[in-house]
Protein backbone atom coordinates (compact mmCIF):
# COMPACT_ATOMS: atom_id res chain seq x y z
CA UNK A 1 0.00 0.00 0.00
CA UNK A 2 1.15 3.58 -0.74
CA UNK A 3 2.73 5.77 2.53
CA UNK A 4 0.57 8.77 2.79
CA UNK A 5 2.00 11.60 3.04
CA UNK A 6 1.82 13.71 6.29
CA UNK A 7 0.38 16.86 5.59
CA UNK A 8 -1.23 20.01 7.98
CA UNK A 9 -3.73 22.96 7.61
CA UNK A 10 -5.02 25.68 9.16
CA UNK A 11 -8.64 26.21 9.65
CA UNK A 12 -9.71 29.99 9.02
CA UNK A 13 -12.85 31.40 7.89
CA UNK A 14 -13.24 33.84 5.26
CA UNK A 15 -15.30 36.14 7.63
CA UNK A 16 -13.18 36.00 10.36
CA UNK A 17 -10.00 37.50 8.59
CA UNK A 18 -8.91 41.02 9.60
CA UNK A 19 -9.13 44.21 7.60
CA UNK A 20 -10.91 47.60 7.28
CA UNK A 21 -13.96 46.39 5.71
CA UNK A 22 -16.19 45.72 8.27
CA UNK A 23 -15.86 41.52 7.59
CA UNK A 24 -13.26 39.30 6.25
CA UNK A 25 -12.66 39.10 2.62
CA UNK A 26 -11.18 38.72 -0.37
CA UNK A 27 -8.76 41.70 -0.56
CA UNK A 28 -4.88 41.72 0.83
CA UNK A 29 -5.80 40.28 3.69
CA UNK A 30 -6.23 36.85 2.02
CA UNK A 31 -3.01 37.35 0.25
CA UNK A 32 -1.40 37.69 3.86
CA UNK A 33 -2.93 35.03 5.08
CA UNK A 34 -1.76 32.70 2.67
CA UNK A 35 1.91 34.20 2.87
CA UNK A 36 1.48 33.55 6.62
CA UNK A 37 0.19 29.97 6.82
CA UNK A 38 2.57 28.99 3.72
CA UNK A 39 5.96 30.59 5.89
CA UNK A 40 4.22 28.02 8.88
CA UNK A 41 4.68 25.28 6.61
CA UNK A 42 0.71 24.39 6.24
CA UNK A 43 -0.62 23.02 3.20
CA UNK A 44 -3.94 23.25 3.72
CA UNK A 45 -6.40 25.79 4.14
CA UNK A 46 -9.36 24.92 5.30
CA UNK A 47 -12.55 27.62 5.06
CA UNK A 48 -16.59 27.68 5.48
CA UNK A 49 -18.84 27.84 3.26
CA UNK A 50 -18.84 30.47 1.01
CA UNK A 51 -22.46 30.76 0.04
CA UNK A 52 -24.85 33.51 1.13
CA UNK A 53 -25.18 33.57 4.89
CA UNK A 54 -28.98 32.63 5.89
CA UNK A 55 -30.36 32.54 9.06
CA UNK A 56 -28.61 33.67 11.86
CA UNK A 57 -25.52 34.51 9.77
CA UNK A 58 -25.03 31.09 9.63
CA UNK A 59 -22.54 29.49 6.33
CA UNK A 60 -24.77 26.83 7.11
CA UNK A 61 -28.04 27.66 5.98
CA UNK A 62 -27.33 29.61 2.44
CA UNK A 63 -29.32 30.91 -0.19
CA UNK A 64 -27.90 28.86 -2.55
CA UNK A 65 -24.79 26.32 -2.87
CA UNK A 66 -23.58 28.14 -6.05
CA UNK A 67 -23.22 31.82 -5.39
CA UNK A 68 -20.82 33.41 -3.03
CA UNK A 69 -21.66 35.97 -0.21
CA UNK A 70 -21.23 39.81 -1.35
CA UNK A 71 -19.89 40.31 1.87
CA UNK A 72 -16.47 38.89 0.99
CA UNK A 73 -16.24 41.46 -2.54
CA UNK A 74 -13.36 43.24 -1.35
CA UNK A 75 -13.84 46.83 -1.78
CA UNK A 76 -9.99 47.91 -2.68
CA UNK A 77 -9.74 45.39 -5.17
CA UNK A 78 -13.08 47.18 -6.52
CA UNK A 79 -11.14 50.41 -6.33
CA UNK A 80 -7.91 49.04 -8.10
CA UNK A 81 -9.66 48.21 -10.75
CA UNK A 82 -10.95 51.25 -11.56
CA UNK A 83 -14.49 50.83 -10.48
CA UNK A 84 -14.32 52.78 -7.20
CA UNK A 85 -13.45 56.34 -6.35
CA UNK A 86 -9.54 56.57 -4.88
CA UNK A 87 -9.62 56.92 -0.56
CA UNK A 88 -13.71 55.75 -0.55
CA UNK A 89 -14.82 56.51 2.88
CA UNK A 90 -13.40 53.84 5.52
CA UNK A 91 -15.72 51.30 7.75
CA UNK A 92 -16.05 52.91 11.36
CA UNK A 93 -16.16 50.22 13.67
CA UNK A 94 -18.75 51.17 16.57
CA UNK A 95 -18.38 47.63 18.89
CA UNK A 96 -15.49 45.21 19.81
CA UNK A 97 -12.90 44.88 17.10
CA UNK A 98 -12.84 41.49 17.12
CA UNK A 99 -16.22 41.05 16.48
CA UNK A 100 -17.99 41.12 13.03
CA UNK A 101 -21.49 43.56 12.69
CA UNK A 102 -22.59 41.46 10.07
CA UNK A 103 -25.84 44.20 9.43
CA UNK A 104 -23.37 46.96 10.13
CA UNK A 105 -20.63 45.80 8.15
CA UNK A 106 -23.44 44.39 4.19
CA UNK A 107 -24.85 48.22 4.64
CA UNK A 108 -21.70 49.79 4.53
CA UNK A 109 -20.67 47.23 1.44
CA UNK A 110 -23.79 47.73 -0.45
CA UNK A 111 -23.30 51.32 -0.80
CA UNK A 112 -20.14 50.57 -2.92
CA UNK A 113 -21.06 47.66 -4.50
CA UNK A 114 -23.69 49.79 -6.08
CA UNK A 115 -21.32 52.33 -6.88
CA UNK A 116 -18.85 49.88 -8.40
CA UNK A 117 -21.91 48.34 -10.61
CA UNK A 118 -22.67 51.46 -12.11
CA UNK A 119 -19.09 52.24 -13.09
CA UNK A 120 -18.60 48.62 -14.58
CA UNK A 121 -21.58 48.45 -16.37
CA UNK A 122 -20.67 51.86 -17.66
CA UNK A 123 -16.89 50.95 -18.74
CA UNK A 124 -17.59 47.23 -19.62
CA UNK A 125 -14.03 46.56 -19.81
CA UNK A 126 -14.45 43.08 -18.74
CA UNK A 127 -17.02 42.19 -21.32
CA UNK A 128 -16.25 38.70 -22.51
CA UNK A 129 -15.51 37.78 -19.39
CA UNK A 130 -18.27 38.98 -17.56
CA UNK A 131 -20.61 37.13 -20.16
CA UNK A 132 -19.29 33.75 -20.35
CA UNK A 133 -20.01 33.83 -16.53
CA UNK A 134 -23.47 35.36 -16.15
CA UNK A 135 -24.45 32.48 -18.96
CA UNK A 136 -24.56 30.29 -16.35
CA UNK A 137 -27.76 29.70 -15.91
CA UNK A 138 -28.20 29.88 -11.92
CA UNK A 139 -26.37 33.19 -12.09
CA UNK A 140 -29.45 35.33 -13.60
CA UNK A 141 -31.95 32.97 -11.52
CA UNK A 142 -29.97 33.84 -8.40
CA UNK A 143 -29.86 37.39 -9.03
CA UNK A 144 -34.04 37.38 -9.94
CA UNK A 145 -34.32 35.28 -6.49
CA UNK A 146 -32.39 37.84 -4.19
CA UNK A 147 -34.79 40.61 -6.18
CA UNK A 148 -37.73 39.35 -5.47
CA UNK A 149 -36.80 38.44 -1.68
CA UNK A 150 -36.10 42.13 -1.53
CA UNK A 151 -39.33 43.21 -2.68
CA UNK A 152 -41.29 41.04 -0.19
CA UNK A 153 -39.36 41.90 2.91
CA UNK A 154 -36.78 39.46 2.73
CA UNK A 155 -39.31 37.10 3.25
CA UNK A 156 -38.44 33.35 2.83
CA UNK A 157 -39.87 32.17 -1.32
CA UNK A 158 -42.79 30.22 -0.16
CA UNK A 159 -44.37 32.87 1.57
CA UNK A 160 -44.10 35.00 -1.53
CA UNK A 161 -47.62 35.50 -3.57
CA UNK A 162 -48.36 32.98 -5.87
CA UNK A 163 -47.06 34.60 -9.04
CA UNK A 164 -43.82 35.98 -7.64
CA UNK A 165 -43.24 32.61 -5.71
CA UNK A 166 -43.89 30.48 -9.56
CA UNK A 167 -41.81 33.16 -11.75
CA UNK A 168 -39.01 30.27 -11.64
CA UNK A 169 -41.59 27.41 -12.96
CA UNK A 170 -43.38 29.42 -15.83
CA UNK A 171 -41.44 33.01 -16.35
CA UNK A 172 -44.68 34.61 -16.27
CA UNK A 173 -44.58 37.43 -13.35
CA UNK A 174 -43.38 40.60 -14.90
CA UNK A 175 -39.90 41.13 -13.37
CA UNK A 176 -38.64 44.11 -15.93
CA UNK A 177 -39.05 46.70 -13.05
CA UNK A 178 -35.84 44.65 -11.26
CA UNK A 179 -33.97 45.12 -13.54
CA UNK A 180 -31.25 46.94 -12.14
CA UNK A 181 -31.30 45.28 -8.84
CA UNK A 182 -31.17 41.95 -11.18
CA UNK A 183 -28.08 43.50 -12.83
CA UNK A 184 -26.59 44.65 -9.59
CA UNK A 185 -26.72 40.69 -8.72
CA UNK A 186 -25.23 39.11 -11.42
CA UNK A 187 -22.46 41.83 -10.78
CA UNK A 188 -22.10 41.03 -7.59
CA UNK A 189 -21.48 37.35 -8.08
CA UNK A 190 -19.27 38.14 -11.48
CA UNK A 191 -16.93 39.85 -8.89
CA UNK A 192 -17.05 37.32 -6.15
CA UNK A 193 -15.83 34.59 -8.71
CA UNK A 194 -13.72 37.11 -10.23
CA UNK A 195 -11.89 37.92 -7.07
CA UNK A 196 -11.96 34.46 -5.38
CA UNK A 197 -10.36 32.45 -8.41
CA UNK A 198 -7.27 34.90 -8.09
CA UNK A 199 -6.77 33.79 -4.83
CA UNK A 200 -7.22 30.48 -5.75
CA UNK A 201 -4.80 31.09 -8.45
CA UNK A 202 -2.52 32.82 -5.68
CA UNK A 203 -2.30 30.07 -3.21
CA UNK A 204 -2.18 27.06 -5.09
CA UNK A 205 0.96 29.20 -7.02
CA UNK A 206 2.35 28.71 -3.55
CA UNK A 207 1.49 25.30 -2.84
CA UNK A 208 -1.41 25.82 -0.62
CA UNK A 209 -5.01 24.24 -1.31
CA UNK A 210 -7.96 25.16 -0.47
CA UNK A 211 -10.58 22.77 1.03
CA UNK A 212 -14.31 23.89 1.25
CA UNK A 213 -17.26 22.45 2.54
CA UNK A 214 -20.18 21.43 1.04
CA UNK A 215 -23.38 21.22 3.59
CA UNK A 216 -25.11 17.79 2.69
CA UNK A 217 -28.43 20.15 3.18
CA UNK A 218 -29.54 23.64 2.09
CA UNK A 219 -31.38 25.76 3.45
CA UNK A 220 -35.26 25.90 2.56
CA UNK A 221 -35.07 29.69 1.79
CA UNK A 222 -32.46 28.91 -1.41
CA UNK A 223 -31.99 29.19 -4.81
CA UNK A 224 -31.79 25.48 -4.62
CA UNK A 225 -35.45 24.70 -2.86
CA UNK A 226 -36.99 27.45 -5.23
CA UNK A 227 -35.52 26.29 -8.97
CA UNK A 228 -35.61 22.55 -7.83
CA UNK A 229 -38.99 21.36 -5.68
CA UNK A 230 -38.83 18.61 -7.04
CA UNK A 231 -35.67 17.53 -5.39
CA UNK A 232 -37.28 17.76 -2.20
CA UNK A 233 -40.47 16.78 0.40
CA UNK A 234 -42.31 19.69 -0.17
CA UNK A 235 -45.95 20.79 0.23
CA UNK A 236 -47.87 22.47 -2.69
CA UNK A 237 -47.36 25.73 -1.38
CA UNK A 238 -43.41 25.17 -0.83
CA UNK A 239 -42.97 24.04 2.97
CA UNK A 240 -41.39 21.38 4.07
CA UNK A 241 -43.17 18.44 4.93
CA UNK A 242 -40.39 16.94 6.82
CA UNK A 243 -36.93 18.59 8.19
CA UNK A 244 -33.89 17.17 9.00
CA UNK A 245 -32.00 16.94 12.25
CA UNK A 246 -30.53 14.60 15.15
CA UNK A 247 -32.08 12.46 17.12
CA UNK A 248 -32.13 12.44 20.95
CA UNK A 249 -28.56 11.82 22.41
CA UNK A 250 -26.23 12.07 25.66
CA UNK A 251 -25.77 16.22 24.63
CA UNK A 252 -29.65 16.85 24.10
CA UNK A 253 -32.76 15.21 25.29
CA UNK A 254 -34.60 16.80 21.93
CA UNK A 255 -32.27 16.02 19.41
CA UNK A 256 -31.31 19.19 17.02
CA UNK A 257 -34.39 20.38 14.50
CA UNK A 258 -32.34 21.81 12.05
CA UNK A 259 -35.15 22.49 9.45
CA UNK A 260 -33.88 21.80 6.38
CA UNK A 261 -35.84 20.17 3.95
CA UNK A 262 -35.71 16.82 3.02
CA UNK A 263 -34.15 15.05 -0.13
CA UNK A 264 -36.50 13.67 -2.42
CA UNK A 265 -34.27 10.16 -3.23
CA UNK A 266 -36.49 8.67 -5.47
CA UNK A 267 -36.91 11.74 -7.51
CA UNK A 268 -32.97 12.25 -7.45
CA UNK A 269 -32.51 9.11 -8.53
CA UNK A 270 -34.78 8.79 -11.70
CA UNK A 271 -33.48 12.09 -12.47
CA UNK A 272 -29.48 10.92 -12.35
CA UNK A 273 -28.51 12.85 -9.13
CA UNK A 274 -27.87 15.85 -11.52
CA UNK A 275 -28.57 18.10 -8.01
CA UNK A 276 -25.47 16.55 -6.49
CA UNK A 277 -23.58 16.34 -9.12
CA UNK A 278 -23.81 20.40 -10.21
CA UNK A 279 -22.97 20.99 -6.17
CA UNK A 280 -19.86 18.72 -6.24
CA UNK A 281 -18.97 19.95 -10.05
CA UNK A 282 -19.01 23.37 -9.48
CA UNK A 283 -17.35 23.41 -5.84
CA UNK A 284 -14.89 21.51 -7.22
CA UNK A 285 -13.70 23.93 -9.50
CA UNK A 286 -13.56 26.62 -6.39
CA UNK A 287 -11.62 24.23 -3.72
CA UNK A 288 -8.47 21.53 -4.38
CA UNK A 289 -10.43 19.75 -1.42
CA UNK A 290 -14.02 19.32 -0.64
CA UNK A 291 -14.94 18.57 2.88
CA UNK A 292 -18.52 16.72 3.25
CA UNK A 293 -20.28 18.24 6.27
CA UNK A 294 -22.42 15.46 7.89
CA UNK A 295 -21.53 12.55 5.19
CA UNK A 296 -23.25 10.38 7.39
CA UNK A 297 -26.51 11.15 5.81
CA UNK A 298 -25.79 9.80 2.39
CA UNK A 299 -26.17 6.50 4.31
CA UNK A 300 -28.86 7.21 6.51
CA UNK A 301 -30.24 10.34 7.57
CA UNK A 302 -33.10 11.68 10.66
CA UNK A 303 -36.68 12.39 8.90
CA UNK A 304 -38.69 14.70 10.97
CA UNK A 305 -42.10 15.86 10.09
CA UNK A 306 -42.18 19.11 10.23
CA UNK A 307 -45.12 19.57 12.92
CA UNK A 308 -43.05 18.23 15.20
CA UNK A 309 -41.61 20.89 17.31
CA UNK A 310 -38.48 18.59 18.82
CA UNK A 311 -36.40 16.45 16.53
CA UNK A 312 -37.55 13.65 18.92
CA UNK A 313 -40.10 11.80 16.39
CA UNK A 314 -38.22 11.12 13.47
CA UNK A 315 -37.16 7.81 11.53
CA UNK A 316 -33.85 6.27 10.11
CA UNK A 317 -34.31 6.24 6.19
CA UNK A 318 -31.62 4.77 4.32
CA UNK A 319 -29.90 7.02 1.30
CA UNK A 320 -28.45 5.90 -1.84
CA UNK A 321 -25.22 6.72 -1.07
CA UNK A 322 -23.24 3.62 -3.22
CA UNK A 323 -25.39 4.82 -5.94
CA UNK A 324 -24.76 8.53 -6.12
CA UNK A 325 -20.51 7.92 -5.20
CA UNK A 326 -20.16 5.39 -7.41
CA UNK A 327 -21.95 7.68 -10.25
CA UNK A 328 -19.74 10.72 -8.83
CA UNK A 329 -16.32 8.75 -9.20
CA UNK A 330 -17.01 7.89 -13.03
CA UNK A 331 -17.98 11.57 -13.49
CA UNK A 332 -15.21 13.21 -11.80
CA UNK A 333 -12.80 10.66 -10.88
CA UNK A 334 -10.40 12.72 -9.90
CA UNK A 335 -12.37 15.13 -7.44
CA UNK A 336 -10.67 14.97 -3.58
CA UNK A 337 -13.13 14.50 -0.74
CA UNK A 338 -12.97 14.63 3.58
CA UNK A 339 -15.87 12.84 4.75
CA UNK A 340 -17.10 14.68 8.20
CA UNK A 341 -18.09 11.47 9.41
CA UNK A 342 -18.76 12.55 13.31
CA UNK A 343 -21.77 10.82 14.64
CA UNK A 344 -21.55 7.89 12.32
CA UNK A 345 -18.26 6.71 12.88
CA UNK A 346 -19.35 3.42 14.33
CA UNK A 347 -22.47 2.90 12.21
CA UNK A 348 -22.07 0.00 9.81
CA UNK A 349 -23.10 2.00 6.91
CA UNK A 350 -21.24 4.80 6.80
CA UNK A 351 -18.23 2.88 7.31
CA UNK A 352 -18.71 1.01 4.52
CA UNK A 353 -19.84 3.78 2.60
CA UNK A 354 -16.09 5.62 3.32
CA UNK A 355 -13.99 2.85 2.95
CA UNK A 356 -16.01 1.73 -0.10
CA UNK A 357 -14.47 4.87 -1.86
CA UNK A 358 -11.60 5.17 0.44
CA UNK A 359 -12.53 8.43 2.38
CA UNK A 360 -10.63 10.38 4.71
CA UNK A 361 -12.63 10.49 7.41
CA UNK A 362 -12.34 12.68 10.88
CA UNK A 363 -10.96 12.67 14.43
CA UNK A 364 -11.91 15.53 16.54
CA UNK A 365 -9.39 15.40 19.17
CA UNK A 366 -11.27 16.95 21.83
CA UNK A 367 -14.03 13.85 21.40
CA UNK A 368 -11.43 11.56 21.53
CA UNK A 369 -8.49 11.87 23.48
CA UNK A 370 -10.71 10.95 26.50
CA UNK A 371 -11.91 7.73 24.68
CA UNK A 372 -10.67 4.51 23.03
CA UNK A 373 -11.44 5.20 19.75
CA UNK A 374 -7.69 4.61 17.85
CA UNK A 375 -6.98 6.99 15.43
CA UNK A 376 -5.58 5.66 11.99
CA UNK A 377 -3.08 6.79 8.99
CA UNK A 378 -5.90 7.51 6.71
CA UNK A 379 -7.87 9.76 8.49
CA UNK A 380 -8.08 13.52 9.27
CA UNK A 381 -7.77 14.60 12.98
CA UNK A 382 -8.51 18.30 14.45
CA UNK A 383 -7.77 20.27 17.98
CA UNK A 384 -11.44 21.20 17.33
CA UNK A 385 -13.47 22.02 14.01
CA UNK A 386 -15.93 25.40 13.86
CA UNK A 387 -18.51 23.49 16.29
CA UNK A 388 -15.89 23.18 19.19
CA UNK A 389 -14.68 25.11 22.14
CA UNK A 390 -11.36 26.06 21.69
CA UNK A 391 -9.06 24.12 23.60
CA UNK A 392 -8.29 26.60 26.18
CA UNK A 393 -11.88 27.15 26.33
CA UNK A 394 -12.57 23.29 26.64
CA UNK A 395 -9.56 22.88 29.25
CA UNK A 396 -11.19 26.19 31.45
CA UNK A 397 -14.80 24.20 31.43
CA UNK A 398 -13.94 21.69 33.06
CA UNK A 399 -13.58 20.72 36.75
CA UNK A 400 -10.33 20.14 38.54
CA UNK A 401 -10.75 15.99 38.19
CA UNK A 402 -11.01 16.32 34.35
CA UNK A 403 -8.20 18.84 33.94
CA UNK A 404 -5.72 16.51 36.38
CA UNK A 405 -6.60 13.18 33.50
CA UNK A 406 -6.39 15.78 30.42
CA UNK A 407 -2.98 16.66 31.42
CA UNK A 408 -2.14 13.19 32.37
CA UNK A 409 -3.06 12.26 28.43
CA UNK A 410 -1.05 14.72 27.27
CA UNK A 411 1.80 13.58 29.49
CA UNK A 412 4.93 13.04 26.81
CA UNK A 413 3.30 16.18 24.36
CA UNK A 414 5.85 19.06 25.44
CA UNK A 415 6.83 20.30 29.06
CA UNK A 416 3.97 20.19 31.91
CA UNK A 417 4.52 23.87 31.97
CA UNK A 418 3.78 24.63 28.38
CA UNK A 419 0.27 26.38 27.44
CA UNK A 420 -2.05 23.59 27.58
CA UNK A 421 -3.19 24.74 23.82
CA UNK A 422 0.34 23.94 22.66
CA UNK A 423 0.77 20.64 24.16
CA UNK A 424 -2.83 19.46 22.64
CA UNK A 425 -1.06 21.17 19.27
CA UNK A 426 1.53 19.09 19.38
CA UNK A 427 -0.49 15.67 20.65
CA UNK A 428 -2.95 16.86 17.01
CA UNK A 429 0.06 17.15 14.92
CA UNK A 430 2.09 14.41 16.42
CA UNK A 431 -0.70 11.86 15.79
CA UNK A 432 -0.34 8.95 13.30
CA UNK A 433 -3.15 10.74 11.16
CA UNK A 434 -2.03 11.46 7.47
CA UNK A 435 -3.96 14.93 7.37
CA UNK A 436 -4.04 17.38 10.36
CA UNK A 437 -5.75 20.48 10.75
CA UNK A 438 -6.16 23.24 13.45
CA UNK A 439 -7.92 26.61 13.94
CA UNK A 440 -6.18 29.67 14.30
CA UNK A 441 -7.73 30.19 17.31
CA UNK A 442 -6.01 27.36 19.00
CA UNK A 443 -3.00 28.53 17.02
CA UNK A 444 -3.14 31.67 19.05
CA UNK A 445 -4.12 29.60 22.53
CA UNK A 446 -7.37 31.74 22.71
CA UNK A 447 -10.07 31.22 24.90
CA UNK A 448 -13.92 30.72 24.17
CA UNK A 449 -14.36 34.74 22.82
CA UNK A 450 -12.96 33.15 19.98
CA UNK A 451 -15.42 30.13 19.32
CA UNK A 452 -17.28 30.32 16.35
CA UNK A 453 -20.17 28.43 16.64
CA UNK A 454 -22.46 26.67 19.47
CA UNK A 455 -24.78 23.55 17.64
CA UNK A 456 -28.13 24.06 18.68
CA UNK A 457 -28.14 27.50 18.87
CA UNK A 458 -28.32 30.71 16.42
CA UNK A 459 -26.96 33.99 16.23
CA UNK A 460 -24.95 36.01 17.99
CA UNK A 461 -22.20 35.30 18.59
CA UNK A 462 -21.68 32.51 16.68
CA UNK A 463 -19.96 33.04 13.35
CA UNK A 464 -18.56 36.46 15.11
CA UNK A 465 -15.11 36.25 15.78
CA UNK A 466 -12.84 37.90 13.75
CA UNK A 467 -9.36 38.20 13.97
CA UNK A 468 -8.03 42.11 14.55
CA UNK A 469 -4.79 41.78 13.02
CA UNK A 470 -1.81 39.71 12.20
CA UNK A 471 0.50 40.58 14.56
CA UNK A 472 -0.22 37.64 17.22
CA UNK A 473 -0.31 35.29 14.36
CA UNK A 474 3.42 36.61 13.22
CA UNK A 475 4.92 35.79 16.92
CA UNK A 476 3.42 32.29 16.68
CA UNK A 477 5.32 31.47 12.88
CA UNK A 478 8.72 29.77 14.37
CA UNK A 479 6.75 27.65 16.82
CA UNK A 480 4.61 26.39 14.59
CA UNK A 481 7.02 25.87 11.75
CA UNK A 482 9.30 23.55 14.05
CA UNK A 483 6.36 21.83 15.27
CA UNK A 484 5.80 21.04 11.96
CA UNK A 485 9.12 20.04 11.28
CA UNK A 486 9.13 17.97 14.03
CA UNK A 487 6.05 16.09 13.20
CA UNK A 488 7.24 15.44 9.47
CA UNK A 489 4.00 17.24 8.56
CA UNK A 490 6.11 20.66 6.91
CA UNK A 491 5.18 21.32 3.44
Not at 137 to 154: D, S, T
Request: proline share 5%; charged share 25%; glycine share 8%.
Amino acid sequence: MKKEKRTAGILMPLASLPNNEGVGGMGDEAYKFIDLAVEMGFSIWQLLPLNPLGFGNSPYQPYSSYAGDEIYVSLAMLERDGYLPEGFEPYVCTGDADRIDYPSARKYKDKYLRIAAKNFYAKNKEKKAFDAFASQEWVYNFAVFLALKGQNGMRSWNEWPVDQRDWIINREYDISHLKDEIDFGVFVQYMFYKQWMKIKKYANSKKLKLMGDVPFYVGIDSLDVWSGRRNFLLSKDGHPDFIAGVPPDIFNDDGQRWGNPIYDWDYIKEDGFKFWLGRFGYNAGLFDILRIDHFRAFDTFWKVPSSCPTARDGVWVKAPGFEFFNLLYEKMPDIKIVAEDLGGDDVPGVIALREGFNLMGMNVANFTIFSKVPTVVHQLIYTGTHDNETVLGWYQSMDDAGKKVFRSKLKGFGSPHEHITKRMLRYVFGSVCAMAIVPVADILCLDNRAKLNSPGTVGSPNWEWRLTGYAPLKKKVKFIKDLLIETKRAK
